[in-house]
């Protein structure tokens, strides 16, 4: 038979042939590295058959899906040191991860932290023996004897389709119901870590038993595990929840409820400087500002389609518009999305051809009803605002629209040196608009990110129901991936307000919609910000970009006078007057992040200048106060 390879060549092997004889007939060198395959785009395991015509790709620890497969099996590693530690032990499910892998657990004890070393040496022994992963297929009955001590699986079999084949794993003694795939033997773990203990829902329900949830990582070279532990540790000291509290950005707190920030003066001033900062932008660039209700009745909802497919995410109320003797009820809803007012704002007027495109925008504050389990400070908030835009136009000016918008979100990254990638995501199974709607969607989209340049893949099917997408993903200072940027078309909302504007030939016409966030969520942009400068915020963006500590009582008018120099040059700044050594106020403005700290003396005040501490330490220096001035005017917004 013959089989085809991932770069169209062919091979001839016997019937009967395995993956494992695939990858012995491309080379030694590949079947001694083979951990398993694709037999036509399917994961299968070594000892998988082929069969003629299939297209078969050998799967080594260089592929990308390799480190997936190998936390896999490390999973079924842990499950069997708990049970030969634990006896009794209920296992439930146990998945890889994006970065590591999990497995639920019923205990007549209450894991730590502290049980992990037992459990992880335990693993080591269990990896030494370098025992194979089996595959098995059982029949129902079989499935129900080996499991009939496990309630959680025993149950699971229940569940599956009667016709559904039903697989198992052993590995030694431990046995596992799981499809796979599986490395061949656990020797190939070549390291591992345990990293946390949570509670967790049988099967995510909060009406059934919680369970407790061990969480690991593994990863096929140490090095590569300890580069994993450094950024995990490097990630923990950058958090911005914790980076939040301590430099006065931000807070929550349980009675305002689940995910709402609220910010302290410094970050407060904080999202102002960015607003304003991007409010110029958008003006010279040619768009306008609008202001929407943070309410709108169920109509507005019904119409747009949130209220049917969106209503679970979305906060409504009831209210009394007639009288305590006659009332009249109507029902309102929170806007979860800033869209459907600008639309309206649109329809408000007629509009010609030579007026577009049309572009409003808006710092809209919205609210979404987040699981509160998803729920993560700034990063994923039930409360945020937006810098939401949308752009009506000519289809003959969609792809300049879409360039104008990428160059933005340039200036943007580049100010704040961020590397960033695009994706373009296409049209999903469920969708709305003509295939030619679609086509041209997508193909507007990439012929603009193409002109300008910005490296890009495609998301087969990752579009929204209503339009392609360009998704803007920016790489932090320990190598994160996050998604800021966004640029939408939309084919559902001007269908549904019933929105047009005025051709040449005095015709009505539907508008192209584009949406369009550039940081997003400010406030996820917030976060991410702090962790990628560890909340050493530029010195345009700082709240307090200088601090005056004069060095005895004598010294505060001066500092004073500095203060209102730096202040009147639109300067933040703050004169640290408490009666406590030096050091301790060069310490605590440093703790805060605060860029400069300015050191008052008599020597100072003769010279007319100040000693200029940096927070990121070195040598301390001396400028006149007029220069430090002009330092500060010069970082303002422009």
């Known amino acids: 038979m013959n089989i085809k390879l991932p770069d169209g060549s ?71 040191a708990v049970q030969l ?83 198992i794993r052993r590995h030694g003694e431990f046995v596992d119901l799981c499809g796979g795939p599986h490395i061949p033997s656990a020797g190939c773990i070549g390291a591992f870590k345990l990293t946390k203990v949570a509670g967790a829902y049988w099967k995510g329900d ?56 609220m910010y302290l003066p410094a970050g407060a001033r904080v999202i102002r400087i960015l607003q304003e900062w991007l409010r110029r932008e958008l003006y010279r660039r040619g768009y306008e500002e609008v202001i929407t209700p943070h309410i709108y009745k169920a109509d507005v909802w019904k119409t747009s389609g949130h209220y049917g497919y969106y209503h679970d995410n979305m906060y409504f109320f009831n209210i009394n518009e007639g009288s305590d003797d006659e009332p009249r009820m109507s029902e309102y809803g929170v806007k979860p999305m800033n869209c459907p007012g600008h639309v309206m704002l649109f329809k408000n007027a007629i509009h010609s051809y030579k007026e577009m495109p049309i572009r409003f925008f808006e710092f809209g504050t919205v609210y979404r009803h987040e699981l509160s389990g998803a729920v993560h400070g700034l990063m994923r908030a039930r409360g945020f605002t937006q810098d939401d835009a949308h752009v009506f136009c000519r289809e003959d000016q969609v792809v300049d629209e879409v360039c104008a918008i990428l160059d933005l979100a340039d200036d943007i990254m580049g100010e ?46 990752d579009g929204a129901f209503y339009g392609p997408k360009i998704d803007i993903k920016v790489k932090d200072a320990i190598g994160r991936w996050w998604q800021c940027s966004t640029v939408q078309v939309d084919f559902n909302l001007p269908e549904r307000f019933d929105i047009s504007y005025r051709t040449a030939d005095n015709s009505e016409e539907r508008p192209w919609m584009l949406h369009r966030a550039l940081f997003g969520s400010i406030e996820r942009f917030l976060g991410i910000l702090i962790e990628h400068t560890t909340g050493n915020l530029p010195l345009w963006l700082a709240p307090t970009q200088a601090v005056v500590i ?24 703050k004169i640290y007057a408490q009666n406590e050594p030096m050091r301790v106020k060069i310490a605590k403005a440093q703790a805060q992040k605060v860029p400069y700290m ?41």
């Open 416 to 461: 704040f040196g961020f590397e960033y990638m695009a994706e373009i995501s296409t049209r999903p199974e469920k969708s709305i608009g003509t295939d030619e709607m679609w086509e041209k969607a997508e193909s507007f989209l990439r012929t603009a990110i193409e002109r300008k340049g910005i490296p890009y893949e495609v998301n087969p099917g």
């Open 10 to 80: 062919s091979k001839e092997l016997a019937e009967g042939a395995t993956v494992a004889d695939v990858a012995a007939a491309i080379g030694p060198g590949l079947a001694k590295a083979a951990l398993g395959g694709k037999i036509n785009g399917d994961f299968a395991d070594l000892d998988f058959p082929v069969h003629d015509g299939d297209t078969i790709e050998i799967i080594t620890a260089k592929s990308p899906d390799a480190l997936g497969v190998l936390r896999h099996s490390c999973a079924h590693v842990m499950a069997e």
């Open 85 to 167: 530690l634990y006896p009794g032990a209920q296992i439930a499910f146990g998945p890889q991860t994006d970065d590591g892998f999990f497995y639920d657990f019923s205990l007549d004890q209450t894991i730590s932290s502290d049980d992990f070393p037992a459990i992880e040496a335990k693993m080591a022994e269990i990896i030494a023996r370098d025992e194979p992963f089996v595959r098995e297929v059982v029949s129902r009955e079989q499935a129900k004897e080996i499991f009939k001590d496990q309630k959680f699986k025993a149950e699971h079999i229940n569940d599956l389709p009667e016709d559904e084949e039903i697989i």
């Open 598 to 638: 300015l050191v008052v003396g008599d020597k100072e005040i003769e010279s007319g200048t100040v000693s200029v501490r940096k927070r990121e330490g070195g040598a301390q220096s001396t400028m006149s106060v007029d220069d430090f001035v002009q330092l500060i005017a010069d970082a303002r917004v422009k």
């Open 550 to 573: 004069p060095i005895a009582d004598r010294h505060l008018d001066a500092a004073r006078e500095i203060a209102r120099k730096l202040t009147a040059a639109e300067g933040r700044v």
């Open 206 to 261: 909060a009406d059934n038993e919680q369970l407790q949830r061990i969480y690991g990582t593994a990863f096929f070279k140490k090095r590569d595990l300890d580069e994993y532990l450094h950024n995990l540790e490097e990630a923990e000291r950058r958090d911005h929840r914790k980076l939040g509290r301590e430099l006065g950005i931000y807070v929550m707190d349980e009675m305002a409820g689940v995910g709402l920030p």
